[in-house]
Structures are given as structure tokens and as C-alpha cells.
């Protein structure tokens, strides 16, 4: 398997354009997790679906951020519009169901809004 | 809500010593606790995890971890440690089969 799969891995882009980051997940794997990783914050848990479903999306910052999970290989997490503050890696993550299992994540997407 | 605390943001080591990188969890059942690492630019790697039994797991890259319940700690442990081990220590908490916390993450550099 060739792990999970985030693209892009850079993405630069203007302030008040639309991003979209893609994250394919393992295959077989339930849960699949959206962080962010930022010096000031560490690395927070954005969203979570479990059988492409979100379980829970108290992390998500503002109404400008929106996740989607259309099928079990493929989710979306979308800034409209997008602002400076919103600079960090994002890393996908997708786990098994089974208690006690580990996430596997992705290598990340670096987004720069200048 | 389960969480994590890690105290350190840096720990200092000399190559060969002995390595620990602090871990205290706080969760309302039974703790899923995990360590990963991230060297630059890369994503989190998990390393190991405690999920019920031996106190003592060991993991990859000769590292393991001791689960202590009285003190709420998971730390994370190498007898000697390497300059290749430099990198970013997160520490997680996983509720049942649900979402998984991270803590703030500690910076380990060996210096040779």
C-alpha cells in the first residue's frame, strides 16, 4: 500500500482565493482524521469522519473551512476564502476502526497565503 | 476529553546517553496512548503504542515507552541515544476507536 496520499504537497496561493487539499487514504481504513500543524498551536485536530461520515468538526476554525468524504477513497478540505492566518501544514491521517489502533498520516500539504 | 501533556518543549542529550521525552494523559476510561515522531518536513511516523498489558512496550528504531496508571505518565525512553533521533516527539491519546488527541510535541536533540 503506498500509505496515505495528500496532494498538493506545496500549494502558495493569494489571499481570498478558493484552496483545495485532497487526501486519499489507506485502503480498508474507517476513520480518516484532518490536522494542522502551526508553531503557535502545535498540531490541532480539525475534523474527523468515521465510514465517510463527520463524527466531529469542533476543531474546524471558521464557517470557511468545510471537509468533505464523497467515498471511502477520497476527502476534501476546502478554505473559501482563504486569509494569511490560515499558513500551515495540513496532514491527513486514516486509521483503522479497532480500538487502540494507530493513525497513519500523510507526508502533509504546506499552504502559503500571502 | 482525553488529552495529552508533554512539559518539555526541548530536551539535550549527549549521543549514548540515555533518552527520556515526557508524557503525563488524563482520559475518563481506559488510555489508548501512542508516540510519533516527525523529522522536517515530513509527516508524523508512529513509533509505538499502550494499549492494555505490560507496562513496558518497546517500538521501532529501539525505542520504547513505560505506562505508568498511579502517575498517568507515558514516557518515552531510549538507552542510548543516537544523533539521528533529533527530531519532533508527539505524544497522543486515542479515546476507544474514536478521535485521536496530540500534545504539544517536544524537540529531542543529540548532540554528538
Known amino acids: 500500500d503506498a500509505g496515505v496520499i495528500q496532494s498538493p504537497r506545496h500549494e502558495v496561493t493569494e489571499m481570498g482565493q478558493e484552496v483545495t487539499l485532497r487526501c486519499k487514504p489507506i485502503s480498508g481504513h474507517d476513520y480518516l482524521f484532518w490536522y494542522r500543524q502551526t508553531m503557535m498551536r502545535g498540531l490541532e485536530l480539525l475534523i474527523y469522519f468515521n465510514n465517510n461520515v463527520p463524527i466531529d468538526d469542533s476543531g474546524m476554525p471558521e464557517d470557511r473551512f468545510s471537509a468533505k468524504m464523497p467515498n471511502a477513497s477520497f476527502s476534501t478540505l476546502k478554505i473559501q476564502p482563504s486569509e494569511p492566518r490560515d499558513s500551515a501544514v495540513y496532514f491527513c491521517?486514516?486509521?483503522?476502526?479497532?480500538?487502540?489502533?494507530?493513525?497513519?498520516f500523510g507526508q502533509g500539504t504546506r499552504l502559503t497565503v500571502v | 476529553a482525553q488529552s495529552v501533556a508533554q512539559p518539555e518543549d526541548q530536551v539535550n542529550v549527549a549521543e549514548g546517553n540515555p533518552l527520556t521525552v515526557k508524557c503525563t494523559y488524563s482520559?475518563?476510561?481506559?488510555?489508548?496512548l501512542f508516540w510519533y515522531v516527525q523529522y522536517p518536513n515530513r509527516g508524523l511516523q508512529f513509533l509505538l503504542k499502550?494499549?492494555?498489558?505490560?507496562?513496558l512496550v518497546k517500538g521501532s528504531y529501539g525505542f520504547e515507552a513505560e505506562f505508568n496508571k498511579s502517575q498517568t505518565s507515558f514516557h518515552l525512553k531510549k538507552p542510548s541515544a543516537l544523533v539521528s533521533d533529533s527530531a519532533l516527539y508527539f505524544c497522543a491519546v486515542r479515546d476507544g476507536g474514536n478521535d485521536m488527541r496530540f500534545g504539544a510535541g517536544t524537540r529531542l536533540t543529540v548532540k554528538p
Open positions: 491521517a486514516s486509521s483503522l476502526a479497532l480500538y487502540g489502533t494507530e493513525a497513519f
Open positions: 482520559v475518563s476510561g481506559n488510555p489508548y
Open positions: 499502550y494499549i492494555t498489558g505490560d507496562n
